[in-house]
Nanobody, 117 residues
């Protein structure tokens, strides 16, 4: 079992920045991917960004160039630096952990990000 603890969500003005953090604990496989997905009201969940333990990252088209994902393997923690935030970035952001050995997914409870003036 893997537990994910998210932090960093909140309210920010358009053009502002936020940094999300997600720390994984429990039965961690070192070979894994961690990242963020988001879901806005009335929309399907979408990929924000994901990064493997060896540093390979993918971004959703809507955030590419504005968001940066990084991780600290020693802390089993993934970070999402969100810059140039737009109202359409408003969503619940969910941390995801995926073992690349078992292919099993774990999800955080989600943290609300609201971009509004």
């Amino acid at each position: 079992q893997v537990q994910l603890v998210e932090s960093g969500g909140g309210l920010v003005q358009p053009g502002g920045s936020l940094r999300l953090s997600c720390a994984a604990s429990g039965s961690i496989f070192s070979i894994n991917a961690m990242g963020w997905y988001r879901q806005a009201p009335g929309k399907q969940r979408e990929l924000v960004a994901v990064i493997t333990n060896y540093g390979s990252a993918d971004y959703g088209d809507a955030v590419k160039g504005r968001f940066t994902i990084s991780r600290d393997n020693a802390k089993n923690t993934v970070y999402l630096q969100m810059n140039s935030l737009k109202p359409e970035d408003t969503a619940v952001y969910y941390c995801n952990y995926r073992s690349l050995v078992t292919k099993y997914d774990y999800w955080g409870q989600g943290t609300q990000v609201t971009v509004s003036s």
